[in-house]
């Protein structure tokens, strides 16, 4: 069966990451940080700004491999779909996405421990008899 071109390109959406940081092309991201941040499309700087662009998203991904296992496997999962769509793929924002993303389960979770039915039986108001505990 042959799946029309719209399906085949949205299918890989849904296949699960494999459990390490995958290889992105940082290659035109860092070409247009460069040509921004240049004075022209022809300045003498853009060479070395484009390496100093891909020299950082080198260290960030070394950086994602000591941390990868300590993300969660759908947060990987939906952060590498969303940093490499669109063309432009950058370590930097699959990072910071993971990283937002552990903050947000681990405020979740702070938030839902504080919320937590207290399992201490309620003391009686003063001047009455205090429950006996089991």
């Not at 299918?11 to 022209?40: M, R, T, W, Y």
């Not at 969303?82 to 996405?97: A, D, I, P, V, W």
């Not at 903050?103 to 001047?127: H, L, Q």
Request: net charge negative.
């Amino acid at each position: 069966m042959i799946l029309p071109p719209a399906l085949m390109l949205g299918a890989h959406l849904l296949l699960p990451i494999s459990d390490s940081v995958p290889k992105l092309n940082v290659e035109q991201v860092c070409q247009g940080i460069a040509q921004q941040g240049g004075v022209s499309f022809h300045d003498t700087d853009v060479a070395e700004e484009k390496k100093n662009c891909l020299d950082s998203e080198q260290a960030i991904r070394d950086e994602l491999v000591k941390q990868w296992s300590s993300f969660a496997s759908d947060d990987k999962t939906h952060c590498t779909n969303e940093s490499t769509m669109g063309g432009e793929s950058s370590y930097t924002e699959l990072l910071t996405c993971l990283e937002m993303a552990r903050d947000v389960r681990a405020m979740r979770t702070e938030a839902d421990t504080a919320s937590a039915p207290s399992s201490k039986v309620p003391s009686a108001p003063v001047g009455h008899r205090q429950p006996r505990p089991q």
